[in-house]
């Protein structure tokens, strides 16, 4: 069995924020009235036009009893809402830094490809190609190969004698059938 101090606790921290999102969530009040459940900003309403119907019945008491509440669900409102202003606030300020780094590491990179671009011995160089006399034939863009130039050149390296072929050896002859290897493979017979 519970003890009162246990539920008498429980009871206190229900209708205490934990964090979360006070604007949207639900509360059960208990007012002088009965129980008043709904977001802070119903309850806040709900006290309010309460508090305007006591005030036409001249029961200066009961409305000023309701106000209390009224105001109380009012600050706990606008203490949520400026929290969640700072969140966002801070929120945008690291967004704003952290595409200040983007734009600081963009530009970085884009004057090191500016630099390497402009130091020409950075930038890609050219084939080196020979230039032919002025009265030779302009170039096929083929490559000229020994056979092309003619006969009379002759190459500058040896040719290696031609490898002779490798000898295979014979293959062994098939041996006779052999009895016991062909018994061991067959199946039995049935019994």
């Known amino acids: ?9 429980a009871k206190n921290n229900r209708n205490r924020p934990s964090g979360g999102n006070v604007v949207n969530r639900v ?28 005030q036409l019945s001249n029961d200066r008491v009961a409305a000023e009893n309701f106000q209390q509440h009224a105001e ?5 409102l606008s203490e949520a809402q400026r929290e969640m202003e700072a969140r966002r606030e801070e929120q945008e300020r690291q967004n ?3 595409q200040a780094e983007r734009d600081r590491e963009r ?3 884009q004057e090191r490809e500016a630099a390497r671009q402009a130091d020409p011995a950075e930038a890609p160089q ?16 083929l490559v000229e190969t020994p056979e092309s130039k003619g006969g009379d050149a002759t190459p500058e390296k040896k040719e290696k004698p031609a490898r002779k072929p490798r000898a295979r050896k014979p293959k062994a002859a098939p041996a006779a059938e052999e009895p ?9 017979a049935a019994e």
């Open 27 to 54: 509360f059960d009040s208990s007012g002088p009235e009965g129980k008043v459940r709904g977001t802070p900003q119903q309850i806040i309403d709900k006290y309010n036009q309460l508090a305007r119907d006591a």
């Open 126 to 141: 050219p084939d080196v190609m020979g230039f032919a006399p002025e009265d030779a034939a302009p170039e096929s863009g």
């Open 72 to 76: 109380h669900y009012l600050r706990l």
């Open 107 to 109: 530009a970085e990179r």
């Open 96 to 98: 704003r830094e952290r």
């Open 1 to 9: 069995m519970r003890s009162s101090k246990s539920r008498s606790r």
């Open 180 to 188: 016991a290897a062909d018994k061991g493979d067959a199946p039995e």
